[in-house]
């Protein structure tokens, strides 16, 4: 197990013009702790994990957090604290003009991981998400 206790966030942060990376800041059982960097434009994909909570604490930027598989979102932003608790569809898009990070807890470590995909309400069909208006 590491025994490293204190962790400097900025080294783990990793822009991309693909994909956001998730960086492993610390893992052990209880929990793994990640960093996100997310430009304007990109998102994490709406998820759940379908045994433990993910906890982000929003550093910089703003987003679209998923609330639901319809793709209900609420506007998320730096000083924010947002948590999905086991088995919440939850996931972001950057809508801002700045990146968006933060730092995610996943408790358990092995809380798993789903995809989801979005539903159109009104017809049930599934979705990809409309990500930008204009």
Not at 21 to 28: D, G, H, K, L, W
Not at 79 to 102: K, M, Q, R, S, Y
Request: hydrophobic letters at 35%.
């Amino acid at each position: 197990m590491n025994t490293d206790r204190i962790f400097h966030s900025s080294e783990f942060f990793q822009p991309t013009d693909e994909e956001p990376i998730r960086s492993v800041v610390t893992e052990s059982s209880n929990a793994t702790v990640v960093t996100w960097y997310i430009k304007p434009g990109q998102e994490v994909p709406p998820h759940i994990h379908p045994t433990g909570q993910d906890t982000w604490t929003i550093l910089a930027g703003q987003g679209r957090y998923y609330l639901d598989q319809v793709g209900t979102t609420e506007p998320i932003f730096a000083g924010d604290i947002v948590v999905a608790h086991t088995g919440c569809v939850h996931g972001v898009f950057n809508d801002g003009n700045e990146p968006l990070v933060f730092i995610s807890v996943v408790s358990p470590a092995e809380a798993g991981y789903q995809r989801i995909s979005l539903e159109d309400s009104s017809s049930g069909i599934t979705t990809q998400p409309a990500l930008r208006e204009g």
